[in-house]
């Protein structure tokens, strides 16, 4: 019976810890170089620019990857995405829809004309994680 009871509980134990819940991963802050806001804690996931070349552009900070759905039209980017750049070991993921739907792009490290990937003025919307 004590072993059947052990087997039980250790079952349960199994059971519960599968269900846990997990908090979906939080958006990336944006601010802009030089201007703020300056993110509290955490590191540069990406940034994104409104001209070719890495001009004019947002900052995205995460405290952790992954980063969660982020909209771009929040911060008046909204299709209007030209070129990106992500941290070392990021790999971000462009979104056609405000909400991480749609045509999707992947960027790792320096895009500097979303054109060459028929991705210019389309994104609207990106997440983020470790390669």
């Known amino acids: ?4 009871l052990a087997l039980f509980a250790l079952l349960n134990a199994v059971l519960a810890s599968a269900s846990v819940a997990r908090a979906p991963a939080a958006p990336a802050t944006a601010s802009v170089p030089g201007k703020g806001p300056v993110a509290d804690a955490g590191f540069t996931a990406m940034e994104t620019c409104v001209n070719t070349n890495l001009k004019n ?4 900070t995460v405290p952790a990857l992954p980063v969660g759905c982020t909209n771009l039209a929040a911060n008046g980017q909204a299709n209007s995405v030209s070129s990106v750049q992500t941290a070392a070991g990021v790999g971000c993921t462009l979104f056609t829809s405000k909400t991480c739907t749609g045509s999707s792009q992947f960027i790792t490290g320096t895009l500097n004309d979303l054109s060459v990937v028929g991705f210019d003025n389309k994104a ?3 997440t983020c994680a470790s390669l």
Request: glycine share 0%.
């Open 57 to 60: 552009c947002l900052i995205w």
């Open 1 to 4: 019976m004590f072993k059947s």
């Open 124 to 126: 609207n919307s990106f």
